[in-house]
């Protein structure tokens, strides 16, 4: 392929959910968008994700109260937070920032900003999709966070201090839950509603539809990595060479792209562009796991457990169980143990996925579990752990220690950074990008509003 050079008015670099919303919004506004994408669209952390409209997270975090959780979690490999060994050392830099965070005043301060685009996370979806002809994928039917073992008086000051935040929400007792919410296990005892919460009814659809619709307004979209950002002579993204593409592709395929205004939304992999600009960003990857199930009986809304630190939602593809955070980088493979385990914490929850055949607890039945995927179609070797059955899927959810996404300019003219929105991008999509796009626009008060947001605050 030769070497094509092209001017676009804006590119944006990154189609998970967070490119995808800021793609559409700066094409509503009229811009000329060049959307680039190496995987295709929506196919990175926003594909598996939870789909819970989760604006009640207004805790940073690094909370202190997991320190001494931390022993416990460590040891069992398959609990909701792990380290793998090999990467604890690459890993330490963040966590000793991550733990500077926990110190009263930031805790207090990252949550301010978080809450800033919680409150408007919903509406902000609600006005896009209703744009976007595809109000349907969003419902707002409110979530419920269960406890089994803990006892009423934890429950209430659980309750207490997401109410004092501001949270919407009431404590339901077991005879509550189970006429509202029938299908829950014996086991449960109570639960938070949080009536204001939502979810997606697809991530997917939901990225498919933002695409549909930024194609539809006449957006432009490459399936190409960009390899670097250059500023020395204008603002350039160079595209790396792709075999596969290049066959596809006519001779005017560019390599290099100057243009205007830039933003990159690359989620975990933004590091790397940025650090070749020379910029640091201590982002981490937090990988989570999901499992796709199909009882006869699904929850009416997102169900989260306080203890198991877990969820499940219901969806247009069944049942998602989803969570736990591994730190693993982003290189080491994947460990689908950790995914297996979402169905044992499942079955304790939803007793309607007894009934299907399942994998029995992960960690204690490798011969059972074995089983199980040989029924189920899979290739089974011994090693479980290396296998990713059909219907697991891992994503690496782009983590700053403060918890903070950035929503940022530079001192680079017409770069922009709207990246790292931890375990809620999909929650704050919208909002966050309505305030890149006043910052874009210079609307007084919006350096204000952004302040927290900064890149500024790693440089
Ligand atoms: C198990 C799990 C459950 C979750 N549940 C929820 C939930 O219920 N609610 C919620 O709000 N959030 C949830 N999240 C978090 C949410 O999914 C993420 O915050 C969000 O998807 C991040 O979106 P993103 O667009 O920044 O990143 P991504 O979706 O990863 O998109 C980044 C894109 O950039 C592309 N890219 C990277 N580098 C380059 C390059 N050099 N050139 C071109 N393209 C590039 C990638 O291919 C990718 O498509 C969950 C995450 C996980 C893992």
Same mark, same amino acid.
């Given at each position: 392929?030769?070497?094509?050079?092209?001017?676009?008015?804006?590119?944006?670099? !990154?189609?998970?959910?967070?490119?995808l919303?800021?793609?559409?919004?700066? &094409?509503?506004?009229?811009?000329?968008?060049?959307?680039?994408?190496?995987n295709?669209?929506? &196919?990175?952390?926003?594909?598996?994700?939870?789909?819970?409209?989760?604006?009640?997270?207004?805790?940073?975090l690094? =909370?202190?109260?997991?320190?001494?959780?931390?022993?416990?979690?460590?040891l069992?490999?398959?609990?909701?937070?792990?380290? +793998?060994?090999?990467?604890?050392?690459?890993?330490?830099?963040?966590?000793?920032?991550?733990?500077?965070?926990?110190?009263?005043k930031?805790?207090?301060?990252?949550?301010?900003?978080?809450?800033?685009?919680?409150?408007?996370?919903?509406?902000?979806?609600? &006005?896009?999709?209703?744009?976007?002809?595809?109000?349907?994928?969003?419902?707002?039917?409110?979530?419920?966070?269960?406890?089994?073992?803990?006892?009423?008086?934890?429950?209430?000051?659980?309750?207490?201090?997401?109410?004092?935040?501001?949270?919407?929400?009431?404590?339901?007792?077991?005879?509550?839950?189970?006429?509202?919410?029938?299908?829950?296990?014996?086991?449960?005892?109570?639960?938070?509603?949080?009536?204001?919460?939502?979810?997606?009814?697809?991530?997917?659809?939901?990225?498919?539809?933002?695409?549909?619709?930024?194609?539809?307004? !006449?957006?432009?979209?490459?399936?190409?990595?960009?390899?670097?950002?250059?500023?020395?002579?204008?603002?350039?993204?160079?595209?790396?060479?792709?075999?596969?593409?290049?066959? &596809? $592709?006519?001779?005017?395929?560019?390599?290099?792209?100057?243009?205007? $205004?830039?933003?990159?939304?690359?989620?975990?992999?933004?590091?790397?562009?940025?650090?070749?600009?020379?910029?640091?960003l201590?982002?981490?990857?937090?990988?989570?796991y999901?499992?796709?199930?199909?009882?006869?009986?699904?929850?009416?809304?997102?169900?989260?457990?306080?203890? +198991?630190?877990?969820?499940?939602?219901?969806?247009?593809?069944?049942?998602?169980?989803?969570?736990?955070?591994?730190?693993?980088?982003?290189?080491?493979? =994947?460990?689908?143990?950790?995914?297996? +385990?979402?169905?044992?914490h499942?079955?304790?929850?939803?007793?309607?996925?007894l009934?299907?055949?399942?994998?029995?607890?992960?960690?204690?039945?490798?011969?059972?579990?074995?089983?199980?995927?040989?029924?189920?179609?899979?290739?089974?070797?011994?090693?479980?752990?290396k296998?990713?059955?059909?219907?697991?899927?891992?994503?690496?959810?782009?983590?700053?220690?403060?918890?903070?996404?950035?929503?940022?300019?530079?001192?680079?003219?017409?770069?922009?950074f709207?990246?790292?929105?931890?375990?809620? !991008?999909?929650?704050?999509?919208?909002?966050?990008?309505?305030?890149?796009?006043?910052?874009?626009?210079?609307?007084?008060?919006?350096?204000?509003?952004?302040?927290p947001?900064?890149?500024? +605050?790693?440089?």
């Amino acid at each position: 392929m030769s070497s094509v050079s092209s001017q676009q008015q804006m590119v944006v670099i !990154g189609a998970g959910v967070i490119g995808l919303v800021t793609a559409c919004c700066l &094409q509503q506004q009229g811009h000329q968008v060049l959307l680039l994408d190496g995987n295709g669209v929506g &196919q990175g952390c926003s594909f598996g994700n939870a789909g819970h409209l989760a604006t009640e997270q207004v805790f940073p975090l690094a =909370d202190p109260a997991l320190l001494p959780k931390l022993p416990g979690f460590l040891l069992d490999p398959l609990g909701p937070l792990a380290i +793998r060994p090999r990467y604890f050392l690459k890993a330490l830099p963040f966590f000793v920032r991550f733990i500077n965070q926990m110190r009263p005043k930031k805790r207090s301060a990252n949550m301010q900003a978080l809450k800033q685009l919680l409150q408007s996370a919903i509406p902000a979806w609600q &006005q896009l999709l209703d744009d976007a002809g595809c109000a349907h994928l969003i419902k707002t039917d409110g979530s419920l966070l269960v406890f089994e073992q803990t006892a009423l008086a934890q429950v209430e000051q659980v309750a207490q201090s997401y109410a004092q935040q501001g949270v919407a929400l009431e404590v339901l007792t077991k005879a509550q839950l189970q006429s509202r919410f029938p299908g829950l296990a014996d086991s449960v005892n109570y639960a938070i509603w949080f009536s204001e919460v939502g979810q997606t009814i697809s991530p997917n659809l939901l990225n498919q539809a933002l695409f549909q619709w930024f194609l539809s307004m !006449g957006g432009q979209f490459l399936q190409q990595k960009v390899a670097n950002i250059s500023s020395r002579h204008g603002l350039a993204v160079h595209l790396e060479p792709n075999q596969m593409a290049a066959a &596809q $592709q006519s001779e005017a395929t560019p390599q290099i792209i100057a243009t205007a $205004q830039l933003v990159v939304c690359a989620g975990v992999h933004s590091k790397s562009l940025l650090a070749q600009l020379g910029f640091k960003l201590p982002i981490e990857a937090e990988r989570g796991y999901h499992l796709m199930t199909s009882p006869a009986l699904l929850p009416v809304l997102p169900v989260a457990s306080f203890e +198991r630190k877990m969820i499940m939602t219901p969806m247009q593809e069944g049942l998602r169980l989803a969570g736990t955070v591994e730190f693993a980088g982003t290189e080491l493979a =994947d460990n689908w143990q950790r995914a297996e +385990r979402l169905r044992f914490h499942g079955e304790a929850l939803w007793p309607a996925l007894l009934n299907k055949p399942q994998l029995k607890d992960a960690k204690n039945g490798k011969a059972e579990a074995s089983a199980a995927l040989a029924a189920a179609g899979n290739d089974v070797s011994p090693d479980l752990s290396k296998i990713r059955p059909a219907n697991c899927w891992s994503g690496m959810r782009p983590t700053l220690p403060d918890s903070l996404p950035v929503i940022s300019g530079c001192d680079i003219p017409g770069l922009w950074f709207h990246l790292g929105h931890q375990h809620l !991008g999909l929650t704050m999509a919208a909002s966050s990008t309505r305030l890149l796009l006043k910052l874009m626009a210079k609307e007084p008060g919006s350096a204000q509003l952004a302040a927290p947001f900064s890149l500024k +605050r790693f440089n």
